[in-house]
């Protein structure tokens, strides 16, 4: 199979462009820096010559939610039309649980914005929603640290390893379309606080930790808002594994 995935160059879209070869297949890249840009559509047709199933892993900070909704939007609206030109059989989404129980957060908004697309679309898809992943502790302390502190909310996780996330949208992407797709989680939940503080430990990071709701993420991704459904599947990695061999 040709294989393209979207944000090849990214944290996910690299890892899965790998697993793709792994499997045996072609991994087509598609990354801005590639050349390929999905706002004005530079390059897409081209690169999605003879692409039976795409892998969609972009990604895109934005703190404003009218920025966040456009950006996805785009992207996405042009992509499924190139999808639909080249004949395209599978788009695979890679999306995050929880999305459609927090509002107040622009990146979420962006996502719910993909999904409708995609479901909407003219391509036979999959969406997969996928909890955090075992970086994000460290991530998110980094989004806040200054002078060594980092405010840092307290939130309930089910991370997964970035490892096992590539792989499983690698054997969907070589399955059939499957409509949304159940949850995928991680082995076990972990607080945020000590995932941030084990993670920059093992990386040699001194940094403080403030346990806080008044940071980038609020009060209202507390409880189970992050977590997986019922009938989740369940990726193998542990957290404390992760830590160990971080691939």
Do not use: C
């Amino acid at each position: 199979m040709r294989i393209a995935i979207v944000g090849a160059t990214g944290n996910i879209g690299a890892r899965t462009a790998a697993a793709v070869e792994r499997a045996g297949h072609e991994a087509v890249r598609i990354s801005r820096s590639l050349g390929v840009d999905l706002i004005n559509g530079d390059g897409l047709d081209a690169a999605l010559t003879g692409v039976d199933a795409v892998v969609d892993a972009m990604s895109h900070e934005a703190t404003d939610r009218d920025a966040a909704v456009a950006y996805f939007g785009t992207a996405t609206r042009n992509l499924l039309a190139a999808e639909e030109r080249a004949g395209v059989r599978h788009h695979v989404l890679l999306s995050i649980v929880g999305i459609d129980r927090v509002e107040g957060n622009a990146h979420y908004a962006g996502k719910r914005e993909q999904e409708h697309l995609v479901s909407e679309g003219p391509v036979p898809w999959t969406i997969v929603p996928f909890t955090q992943f075992h970086d994000f502790g460290a991530t998110v302390a980094s989004w806040t640290e200054q002078d060594g502190v980092a405010p840092i909310p307290p939130l309930l996780v089910q991370p997964i390893a970035p490892a096992d996330v590539a792989d499983i949208l690698t054997e969907i992407a070589m399955g059939p379309p499957q409509g949304r797709h159940r949850d995928v989680a991680g082995p076990e939940t972990q607080d945020l606080v000590d995932m941030a503080r084990r993670t920059n430990e093992a990386r040699g990071h001194a940094v403080k930790l403030v346990p806080t709701w008044s940071s980038l993420l609020g009060p209202e991704m507390a409880g189970d808002a992050l977590l997986p459904g019922e009938n989740a599947r369940i990726a193998p990695t542990t957290f404390d594994a992760w830590l160990v061999d971080p691939q």
